[in-house]
């Protein structure tokens, strides 16, 4: 019975939590279907017959469907960079055994402690003596050394890959690059998935960086844009939200997919980290 | 036959080390030098050596800063933990069917874009159409709609909320993790002892996840200390009312890429470095105490 209690309890709290968590989204897409003149008049709960419009305003002041093409370009070159060379080094370091490797694990430990804004200004400095600023160069080829995806991967290694496997290949001739691509990247699948999930929200999500080194508008990715419309350039209401509204749908669908999948890869990285 | 094949470790790492060095050590070693100079014109910079340091140790405004990013960061990161230890424990101990379901719906706040969510608030809290007032008027407790974001210390506790919201869900997961991974013998045993709930939570479950909470602590400082999106959207890049908003990387942002003082930008950079490593390293002592080096 006291168990019952406390179920019931917990429930009530939980419960609570979750209209906290999912009431400014709500709020986001009931105001996305409404007009402006309905969003003065006072709090709207209901779903209104205004949302083609507001995404009509929208798109006559933003093109905002070239934003997404932008965010997508970026986000998959740099996950797919981020994942495909992550997997390279991650095995480099778990496979052979050479002169570097204490050195390049040194690097590999900073690379992950140091906060991503302390070289922020020389980032900038160096893209434009490379005449790369508003470019997309600078924001996708960092991906390449992408810390955390290595150190996930490596310990995915340590515990999944077989050595015996590795040496039968060799003996059937397989030369390194070869093992690599046909043994290594399938076998780590797994691994390779849950970072391309989390790789693919932060390089979606990312503000900062392009902020700083894009410029034309035309090259904007969306959070750049809802920022710009935030700013003032902007002004309906109806249409702010509706930009909101669509600015967010990418990532919920991909964490209804993949929610599974994300917490569970949360959880390992929790565990060995 | 390993000889041989040594020279594809480092191959192998060879992207790496490149791209680590060019787009992450240079930049980071540069913004030092840089912090270190005095920007004649836009192109020509003189060494000063650490003239800029002393400025910025006694301007006025990055202290400013330095306290808004702190406040923000304790209103948020003290309820987020202790959301995080309840939920944490509480899904452990009653295994809920539901209990996968709240966790990833608690998570989803976190994968949002920053921006977005800046803006998302902004609208909610809004004077004249916000949500909120709205529904605190419509409930009756409120008489007149109140103007949020001209208050100091509403603009801040508004941030606070939204990073909490943002992070305590995140926390948890990390949390229940770390429970999870304490041995399943030692609660046992302690069962058999004779210890109930509560002794067990405070005896062995909080001590043992002592390592679990200082990740979520310096990671939280480390993140914390760097808020930039949300003030940024939540004030439409002005950090107002009464600069309230303004946090250390909101500052660096201005001086370096606002007012165009690169070497000012860089000194602030590193004056938030000195601050993550000194509070993460001292966390780090007090959570662990001497037993550490044992």
Known sequence: MKKRVSIILIYILLIFLLLICVFPFYIMIINATHSTQELYTGLQIIPGRYFFENMGHLTDSVNIARGFGNSFYVSILSTALSIYFGAMTAFGLFEYKFKLKKLIYTLLMVSMMVPGQLGIIGLFRLSRSLNILDTYWPLILPSVANSSTIFFVYQYLNIAMDDDLLDAARIDGSTEVELFHKFVLPLSKPSLATMAIFNFVAYWNNFFTPMILLFSEEKFTVPLIVNNLNNGMLQDLGAMSAAIAISILPIIILYAVFSKAITEGMMAGAVKG | ?294
């Open chain 2, 1 to 294: 036959m390993k000889k041989k094949r040594a020279k594809w470790g480092l191959l192998f790492c060879l992207p790496f080390v490149i791209v680590f060095l060019v787009f992450q050590l240079y930049p980071i070693i540069y913004s030092f030098y840089l912090s270190l100079t005095y920007q004649e014109s836009n192109n020509t910079f003189t060494f000063i050596g650490f003239g800029n340091y002393t400025e910025l140790a006694q301007d006025k405004v990055f202290w400013k800063s330095v306290l808004n990013t702190w406040k923000i960061w304790l209103m948020c990161f003290i309820p987020q933990l202790i959301a995080a230890l309840i939920l944490a424990v509480l899904l452990t101990q009653y295994h809920l069917k539901a209990a996968g379901f709240f966790r990833a719906v608690f998570y989803l706040p976190n994968l949002v874009t920053a921006a977005s969510i800046g803006a998302l608030f902004l609208a909610m809290f809004s004077w004249q159409t916000g949500s909120v007032n709205n529904i605190l008027l419509a409930l009756g407790i409120i008489k007149e709609k109140v103007n949020w974001m001209s208050s100091p210390a509403f603009a801040q506790g508004i941030t606070s909320f939204i990073q909490w919201w943002m992070w305590f869900g995140y926390s948890s997961i990390i949390l229940t993790a770390g429970i999870a991974a304490i041995s399943q013998d030692v609660i046992e045993s302690s069962i058999v002892d004779g210890a109930n709930s509560w002794q067990r939570l405070f005896k062995i479950t909080l001590p043992l996840l002592r390592p679990t909470m200082v990740y979520v602590l310096v990671t939280s400082l480390i993140g914390g200390m760097q808020t930039f999106d949300i003030p940024m959207t939540l004030s439409k890049g002005s950090a107002e009312p009464n600069k309230s908003l303004m946090t250390m990387v909101f500052y660096l942002y201005n001086m370096a890429f606002r007012n165009h003082d690169y070497p000012y930008g860089a000194t602030i950079s590193y004056g938030l470095f000195i601050i993550i490593v000194v509070f993460s390293l001292l966390f780090f002592r007090v959570m662990y105490g001497r037993k550490d080096k044992e």
